[in-house]
């Protein structure tokens, strides 16, 4: 970027800043959205709850089937976008 270019588009500069933060922002908010490894461990935690009695089979089923749905939410995403 030459001396002129940047002189005229300094005004702008606090704009690209924010824009900046807010792609960091995202990317930040993806990556923790698309964690696999909350997913896991609530599954494992739902199991404990069963074995334990504290939550009969249907809830657990229907639970289980939501985890496991966002699972492969997470899994279909990664394979869009590869590994990091």
Same mark, same amino acid.
């Given at each position: 970027?030459?001396?002129?270019?940047?002189?005229?588009?300094?005004?702008?500069?606090? /704009?690209?800043? /924010?824009?900046?933060v807010?792609e960091? /922002?995202?990317?930040a908010?993806?990556?923790? =959205? =698309?964690?696999p490894a909350? /997913?896991?461990?609530?599954?494992?935690?739902?199991?404990?709850e069963?074995?334990?009695?504290?939550?009969d089979e249907?809830?657990?089923?229907?639970?289980?089937d939501e985890l496991?749905?966002?699972l492969?939410e997470?899994?279909?995403?990664?394979?869009?976008?590869g590994?990091?």
């Open positions: 970027m030459g001396l002129f270019t940047q002189l005229a588009t300094l005004p702008l500069a606090p /704009v690209r800043g /924010v824009g900046w807010a960091r /922002v995202k990317e908010a993806e990556e923790q =959205y =698309y964690d909350p /997913v896991e461990q609530e599954l494992a935690e739902l199991e404990k069963l074995l334990a009695g504290r939550i249907e809830t657990f089923d229907r639970r289980e496991l749905d966002r492969e997470i899994r279909a995403h990664t394979r869009r976008i590994p990091r």
